[in-house]
């Protein structure tokens, strides 16, 4: 299997590409910065939110293994109510958590719809794409639209009879990431829910990257362990 995977800097990208280097995969990683020393493990050095640098990749041609790919990462963005951000920061969140993915998954199906290999896309959701979350509107409203943008592909590929693709938008639960850090870090005034995010932390609450990482892998290995294109972690058996 050859594994795509963005956002393996660090959390759970990094968890996942070890956790398929270690089962003998071969993983292509797409981020900044790279962490990862693998034989089998290539990185490509990218910046998410230049989109420009995004729409000049391209998957390789592999007609011989199963590929996947893991849109895993993404941004919180600046933590505070609408009204008080700058358009930028809207920009940005948009670019990584909503663009960026829609451009390597329209780019991947082109590249791999005509052959009969099996093909998975992965997309990283959240509960925050489910309720609102207060100071967290535009991470809300990218994680929903990914959501919605799953389950329509998953449809047109289905309607189209293309049975050997699989696609996920799954959310991981509340995972010990960088992500949390900068949740933590928030302004009390600007982010009301703050301490929750604190005590999940001191309270041992949170998954590890690598027991989600673990799971993903069951889920990639064996997409009719759901049989839903949006879902939870949580509700894997």
Same mark, same amino acid.
């Given at each position: 299997m050859i594994a795509y995977i963005t956002g393996t800097s660090s959390g759970i990208g990094k968890a996942l590409a070890e956790q398929l280097l270690e089962e003998g995969h071969t993983v292509i990683g797409l981020s900044r910065k790279q962490s990862i020393q693998h034989l089998n493990y290539d990185h490509v050095k990218i910046d998410l939110s230049d989109l420009k640098s995004v729409n000049q990749f391209d998957f390789s041609l592999n007609l011989v293994e199963d590929v996947v790919l893991?849109?895993?990462?993404?941004i919180i963005g600046a933590i505070k109510p609408i009204g008080q951000h700058i358009g930028e920061e809207i920009i940005e969140l948009a670019n990584v958590n909503i663009i960026a993915p829609q451009i390597l998954v329209n780019k991947f199906i082109n590249k791999y719809q005509g052959f009969n290999n099996k093909y998975q896309i992965v997309n990283m959701s959240s509960g925050a794409g489910k309720h609102p979350i207060d100071a967290w509107s535009t991470y809300c409203a990218s994680k929903a639209a990914i959501d919605l943008f799953s389950e329509t592909i998953a449809q047109e590929l289905k309607s189209r009879n293309y049975h050997n693709w699989h696609v996920f938008s799954i959310a991981p639960g509340v995972v010990d990431t960088p992500m949390q850090s900068e949740i933590r870090l928030s302004?009390?005034?600007?982010?009301?829910?703050? !301490? %929750?995010?604190? $005590?999940?932390?001191?309270?041992?609450?949170?998954?590890?990257?690598?027991?989600?990482? !673990? %799971?993903?892998? $069951?889920?990639?290995?064996d997409p009719n362990l759901c049989s839903d294109v949006v879902f939870s972690l949580h509700d894997l058996k």
């Open positions: 893991v849109n895993n990462a993404g302004s009390p005034k600007a982010f009301l829910n703050r !301490q %929750k995010f604190i $005590d999940l932390k001191d309270n041992n609450e949170l998954e590890t990257p690598e027991s989600v990482a !673990q %799971k993903l892998y $069951d889920v990639i290995l």
